[in-house]
């Protein structure tokens, strides 16, 4: 019976940790990137207020 390689399963595993780690930060970057339109006050139609508009 062949003898288990300990050095290919850690490297592996620390491959996929690393993915894992930098797929989080593509996220945060894209997240970050784009306007978070739940900040904005909403309207009775679920749009965002705009303070400088006039009812109409």
Known sequence: ?????YQF???QR????KAK?????QQKLANKSQ???DDLPQG???QPLNPLARPG
């Open 1 to 5: 019976m062949a003898k288990p390689n």
């Open 9 to 11: 399963e850690k490297r």
């Open 14 to 17: 620390d491959l996929a940790k």
């Open 21 to 25: 780690q930098e797929e989080k930060r």
């Open 35 to 37: 306007p978070e339109a």
């Open 44 to 46: 009775d139609a679920g």
